[in-house]
């Protein structure tokens, strides 16, 4: 897609069809991201949980202790969720749950720069953010207070994904701030996995030891982009590659000339 044409070819994201963030304009992506289904679904959640939760706060003051707490806690759940589960093995060696693993992460790692895998499914999405935060704001205000924190955490969410696009943009960010995340998840994505697990917030990251900074830190991971799904577990564990109807890629099609690209624009 053409730059000088930044709504050109807009009717196919309205069709579903997928997009390669790596060659997508700023503008294109707002677009994207501001119509897509599962973002759309987020806001209308948002709308009506803030609503229900307003309404059922007693007091309304304490639903408003939610939202500190939630900004809190909501990194450290995800940091943990992908760095031992999205990133464990023990999903693709099960045959029930490797479809699962293969939908939530490991198409993304094969192609990080696909729109449509890139955003999770609302079916995995949603009940991990109310797990997560529905109890502890149950504590603070009771319904209110749980339909408060779950707001927050959708809040959350499509900031997490909105940035997480930028991170997969053929875009240099000119805030210093998002050059720098943008720049920490490329060699999450492109040199070593097992670090680097945060989109936004990294302090979980130092806090466990998985925070780098470049690249000549650490050796280049040969599982960057398979998670370590490569040829010989695909045999022992064949339900991911016969989902996908091809062999795992140690590289992806388009991951050099994807590579050069982030790395200009980090």
Known sequence: ???????????????????????????????????????????????????????????????????????????L??????????????????????????????????????????????????????????????????????????ATALVMTCIYEFFHCIQHLAYKPKWKWVAHIKQLHVLHHFHDENGNYGITNYVPDRIFGSFYKESRERLRSKNVFNLGYDLEEAKRFPWVMKLTGAPPKDRPDSARQSANQNSHAA
């Not at 897609?1 to 050109?8: G, Q, V, Y």
């Not at 700023?26 to 991201?33: E, G, N, V």
């Not at 679904?41 to 709308?47: E, G, P, T, V």
């Open 1 to 75: 897609m053409s730059k000088s044409k930044p709504w050109h070819n807009m009717s196919a994201i309205r069709t579903g069809r997928s997009f390669d963030l790596g060659k997508m304009s700023l503008p294109q992506l707002w677009f994207a991201y501001l119509t897509y289904p599962t973002i759309l679904f987020y806001f209308a959640l948002i709308i009506a949980s803030t609503i229900s939760g307003v309404y059922l706060s007693h007091p309304l003051w304490k639903s408003f202790l939610t939202i500190p707490t939630v900004i809190a806690i909501y990194p």
């Open 77 to 150: 759940a995800w940091y943990l969720i992908h760095r031992y589960i999205l990133h464990g093995r023990w999903l693709y060696r099960n045959h029930w749950t490797a479809s699962l693993w293969k939908r939530i992460h490991f198409d993304h790692h094969q192609d990080p720069h696909l729109l449509d895998v890139l955003f999770g499914s609302p079916l995995n999405t949603v009940p991990t953010m109310a797990i997560i935060t529905m109890p502890v704001g149950y504590l603070i205000n009771g319904w209110g207070g749980a339909l408060s924190a779950f």
